[in-house]
């Protein structure tokens, strides 16, 4: 069994480079399937969810051409608009290639839409969409059937929640269908305007009108292939500043968007964080002390559900009692019982956890069950003075690229073992 062996309690001091958006990485290589060409998509993650998507787009036939932090797209080629059971892997970012593959062959089979194991994921609000744009959606054993038999016609579409799968597939589905399509209610993400700048920018007609709620789309015949450059992790920069106030340092990272983060700013600067920003930078610094305050997750610009486990470690450090409330996935409280071994002081009721914090985390075995909760663990063993164990790394390894290489980076005490 892999695990990682942390020896916490250093006060961790540096610079961290933010990699490229996992959350932008799967409908970007997924619109690039709308394309007979060649697309180089570049500041691409090297972290094991796009491995295995890229192995995906392989297997279905797509020619991919793998380098250092880019990719070369190239769907000129027909390819089988199809994703069978043994291939899911566990990959959450399949469920954009459904928009995509109805658009480019008017069909579709996907089985799965993997992901981990935080809570419900409906697919309600793609299927209302998908089917309002012309797509007859069925089920077999498990595995969504999908034909446009009549071809996609624009329509109107009002989506019940801002559900960030179901506005990427709806844009990806409507971009070649004839007349106007109005998603209102749409997703307002950073990955969101990452993808319509991506598809603009290949000749598509997207507009984003108001607050970003409203986006319409003008169906076009085709598109050209483009030079893309995707947008950095805003959860990957979010972790790496709430680790300077676990671990009492100082960091900044590098290649950041800070208006992408304002949510998490904010709330880090109430928890008594000193956060400056500085064009493409911010720089996170412990000040002495850490402040109880209230967290509430909800859709962007609102505090980012992959970010709440992070700053519920934090939490439990902080000098009194804190809320956190998980409104998006009932199940982001898994790390809770790893927390307590290592002396937290936490209550959850129904969607809220009631954090008392304490004076210091011990060391502890703790077992990553999920990505942003496996590394948030990570997280609270850095700041344990010991020697800990985080079992289950793979599940870190899905979202976070080089991690171990920079925390050590940072002066972190962090060694890859295997028993």
């Known amino acids: 069994m892999e695990y990682l062996e942390v020896n916490g309690g250093k006060i ?26 060649k697309c180089h998509i570049k500041n691409i993650p090297n972290i094991l969810d796009v491995k295995k998507f890229l192995f995906q787009l392989k297997k279905i036939g797509v020619n991919v051409l793998e380098g250092e932090h880019e990719v070369e797209i190239d769907a000129s080629s027909s390819f089988k608009p199809e994703i069978p059971p043994e291939e899911t892997e566990n990959i959450r970012g399949t469920q954009t290639l459904l928009g995509a593959f109805i658009a480019r062959h008017m069909k579709a089979s996907i089985a799965g839409l993997g992901g981990c194991n935080i809570g419900k994921r409906p697919i309600d609000q793609h299927i209302k969409g998908l089917e309002s744009l012309g797509v007859e959606i069925s089920w077999d054993k498990g595995i969504l059937k999908a034909h446009s038999p009549k071809g996609l016609k624009g329509n109107k579409i009002f989506l019940d929640m801002p559900s960030v799968g179901a506005t990427e597939n709806i844009i990806l589905a409507s971009v070649f269908a004839e007349g106007e399509t109005i998603i209102e209610n749409a997703a307002r993400e950073p990955e969101i305007k990452d993808l319509i700048n991506f598809l603009n920018l290949a000749g598509a007609n997207i507009e984003v009108n108001g607050t970003g709620s409203t986006i319409v789309v003008h169906g076009v015949k085709k598109l050209k292939p483009v ?9 990957e920069a979010a972790t ?18 800070p208006y992408h983060l304002e949510a998490v700013i904010m709330k880090l ?30 859709p962007y610009p609102g505090f980012p559900t992959d970010v709440q486990s992070q700053i519920l470690t934090l939490l439990t450090l902080a000098n009194g009692s804190s809320v ?68 289950e790394p793979v599940h870190i390894d899905r979202g976070y690229e080089s991690y171990i290489e920079k925390i050590k980076g940072l002066g972190g005490d962090v060694e890859r073992k295997n028993s």
Not at 240 to 249: D, P, Q, S, V
């Open 227 to 235: 030079k893309y450059s995707i947008i950095p992790d805003r959860i």
């Open 324 to 391: 956190v409330t998980e409104t998006v996935f009932e199940n982001r409280f898994r790390i809770v019982d790893d927390l307590l071994k290592m002396g937290a002081n936490i209550r959850v009721e129904g969607i809220s956890a009631f954090i008392t914090g304490v004076k210091e985390l011990k060391p502890s075995v703790v077992t990553a069950k999920d990505l942003r909760g496996g590394m948030s663990l990570l997280l609270a063993t850095l700041s344990a003075k010991g020697t800990s164990k985080v079992l």
């Open 240 to 257: 790496y500043l709430i680790l300077a106030g676990l671990t009492k340092g100082k960091i900044k990272i590098k290649n950041t968007l």
């Open 269 to 298: 600067k109430e928890i008594g964080l000193d956060v400056s920003v500085n064009e493409n930078e911010i720089t996170a610094s412990y000040k002495g002390k850490l402040l109880p305050t209230s967290v509430k997750t909800l």
């Open 12 to 37: 961790l001091k540096g610079e961290v480079l933010i990699s490229g958006s996992k959350n932008a990485a799967f409908p970007v290589l997924s619109a690039c399937l709308l394309i007979e060409g």
